[in-house]
């Protein structure tokens, strides 16, 4: 299975909140870290966690890690329609790099 | 302006064809990665480089190849060995393995036919 999962697909009004939600199995990993690809783009770093962190928050960006439980939640407030998306979850250990299916967010007016 | 970059956006081959993707960074980063996307997949790594003339094989080399002859290009050879070529590739660079983020291109968009 994989090492790194997430819902594929998640759609929210616009103003809402949105929660990406990410599990991992490798407890070692150093980094968590969520990224952001719009249509046809590469994809661009949004924010990451180190491992010995519990919450990181970044303007309308919060997010939460529950090691014990190796969940990583990403927390948009107030999504607008330029949120949508398709937001990775990735996790790092030492030079390996493992990254979820990826979920597609789709914000509605 | 730094940043890396990949030419071009859209590649069409036939079948049996080698094909070669391009992946410029000058961000002086001393290693590189090549990964794959598939619809509803994670990325996959398919090469990285550590440092100039080192590469190693990730976990879906076969059927690939690459060069680090310079530290600014990592090109992608996808040879007719690759049993399914048509994909999303994503070429990225980090200052070095150890570090936490990657910065990636914009990708090139591989279909075979």
């Known amino acids: 299975g994989e090492d790194v999962e997430q819902s594929l697909f998640l759609s929210v009004r616009e103003g809402d909140s949105s929660v990406i939600n990410c599990t991992y199995t490798d407890s070692s990993s150093t980094y968590l870290y969520w990224y952001k690809q719009e249509p046809g783009a590469g994809l661009q770093l949004l924010t990451y966690i180190f491992s010995n962190m519990d919450m990181k928050q970044d303007q309308r960006l919060t997010v939460l890690l529950n090691k014990k439980d190796k969940h990583l939640s990403l927390r948009i407030a107030d999504t607008q329609t330029g949120d949508s998306a398709i937001y990775f979850c990735a996790e790092k250990d030492n030079n390996d790099m493992r990254f979820g299916a990826g979920t597609r967010l789709t914000v509605k007016p | 302006d730094g940043g890396i970059t990949q030419s071009p956006k859209y590649l069409f081959r036939k079948e049996g064809q080698n094909v070669t993707l391009s992946c410029e960074q000058n961000?002086?980063?001393?290693?590189m990665y090549w990964y794959r996307q598939d619809p509803g997949q994670g990325l996959r790594l398919i090469y990285y480089?550590?440092?100039?003339?080192?590469?190693q094989k990730g976990d879906i080399a076969e059927g690939y190849s690459v060069s680090r002859e310079k530290k600014e290009s990592f090109p992608l050879t996808v040879t007719s060995a690759q049993k399914n070529p048509t994909a999303f590739y994503l070429c990225?660079?980090?200052?070095?393995?150890?570090?936490?983020?990657?910065?990636f291109g914009p990708g090139t968009r591989l279909t075979v036919t």
């Open positions: 961000l002086n980063h001393d290693a």
């Open positions: 990225a660079s980090s200052i070095d393995p150890n570090t936490y983020e990657q910065y």
């Open positions: 480089s550590q440092i100039v003339n080192d590469f």
